[in-house]
């Protein structure tokens, strides 16, 4: 059963597409946790979250699968659960916060909000990921190596 799940090949394209999803997710996730890069930290981001409707475990998740996937993604570790965690994040981020702002990202600055493009894109890596494993120098590779 472990086997399956840390499984993957030595792609050098997993690689890329984790090690990049993980660096770009990671700003997001600091904010919301730790209140780095301008965020309001988990007390602020909870309150956002909860108060939009979002029930408190699921708040709570996004939360700990944006910071904790991104670094799970960068390392390639647990690579399948970290792209799982952010890919959901955002599809629940496009259904409730950026559907009504259409496909394009506000860089004109003349919408009220962001579109879902860049959440289309995640969502893609993720599936990706999700199927292939980690790739290339993951720490999910070498745990597969200690398993056989």
Do not use: C
Not at 9 to 35: E, N, T, W
């Amino acid at each position: 059963m472990f086997q399956k799940f840390f499984k993957t090949d030595s792609d050098i394209g997993s690689l890329i597409l984790r090690a990049v999803a993980g660096i770009v997710m990671f700003p997001h996730g600091a904010q919301k946790l730790l209140g780095w890069f301008g965020g309001y930290g988990f007390e602020g981001t909870m309150g956002y979250l909860v108060g939009i409707g979002i029930p408190t475990p699921f708040a709570f998740l996004v939360i700990i699968a944006e910071f904790f996937g991104s670094i799970g993604l960068i390392l390639g570790l647990f690579t399948r659960l970290s792209a799982f965690g952010v890919g959901s994040v955002m599809i629940g981020a496009t259904l409730i916060s950026h559907t009504e702002h259409g496909f394009f990202m506000n860089w004109a600055g003349t919408q009220k909000g962001e579109g879902y493009e860049f959440h289309l894109l995640l969502m893609a890596i993720s599936l990706v990921l999700i199927v292939k494993g980690g790739g290339k120098a993951s720490l999910d590779s070498m745990i597969e190596e200690k398993l056989e």
